[in-house]
T-cell receptor, first 118, second 111 residues
């Protein structure tokens, strides 16, 4: 297990198309987070899962956005009818809340998916 | 409102010099504070994490300090290298493990 994996690394899509990103967290990590980051800004929280349950969604997550974590392992983030304002880096992170290694290793980011909407 | 502020917004230094980045927070109740390094186009990578009882932690040339009374943290980089050019993000967690991100400090190390 080499860390949090995100695919694809880059995605270019035309406005109005749907896109889906995938995140594979560190195995045994029970929490999975999605963030959006625009150039020069810190990551903005979108949503997170505790196992398969989606526990919180940001107001940034409009109805065009949907996230799933069907079996409590990998997660997908889908954006429907993409707009140019959706262009950003989408980051996934995982942690093991309650795990004994939480404070040492607990919150790990993937390398992100860079979305460009043209 | 829980907030994390960082200063300066950007910093340019010459290779070999030291620098210090600042983080102020209002997150309560406080659980832990992390510093991340984010290279352009990559995800953030953890440098240090400190809990309430810790006031300093080192990771190679990176030394983080925490003053829980004044709610301030600093990240000191010693003998900077070109590869230190990145954004440095301060992240503070509350007791429910909600994470509040700072906007980051963009560091450029020039030869």
């Amino acid at each position: 297990d080499t860390g949090v994996s995100q695919n694809p690394r880059h995605k270019i899509t035309k406005r109005g198309q749907n896109v889906t990103f995938r995140c594979d967290p560190i195995s045994e990590h029970n929490r999975l987070y999605w963030y959006r980051q625009t150039l020069g800004q810190g990551p903005e929280f979108l949503t997170y899962f505790q196992n398969e349950a989606q526990l919180e969604k940001s107001r940034l997550l409009s109805d065009r956005f949907s996230a799933e974590r069907p079996k409590g392992s990998f997660s997908t983030l889908e954006i429907q009818r993409t707009e140019q304002g959706d262009s950003a880096m989408y980051l996934c992170a995982s942690s093991n809340i309650g795990g004994r290694d939480y404070l040492n290793y607990g919150y790990t980011f993937g390398s992100g998916t860079r979305l460009t909407v043209v | 409102k829980n907030q994390v502020e960082q200063s300066p917004q950007s910093l340019i230094i010459l290779e070999g010099k030291n620098c210090t980045l600042q983080c102020n927070y209002t997150v309560s109740p406080f659980s832990n504070l992390r510093w991340y390094k984010q290279d352009t186009g990559r995800g953030p990578v953890s440098l240090t994490i400190m809990t309430f009882s810790e006031n300093t932690k080192s990771n190679g040339r990176y030394t983080a300090t925490l003053d829980a009374d004044t709610k301030q943290s600093s990240l000191h980089i010693t003998a900077s290298q070109l590869s230190d050019s990145a954004s440095y993000i301060c992240v503070v967690s509350d007791s429910r493990q909600n994470f509040v991100f700072g906007p980051g400090t963009r560091l450029s190390v020039l030869p």
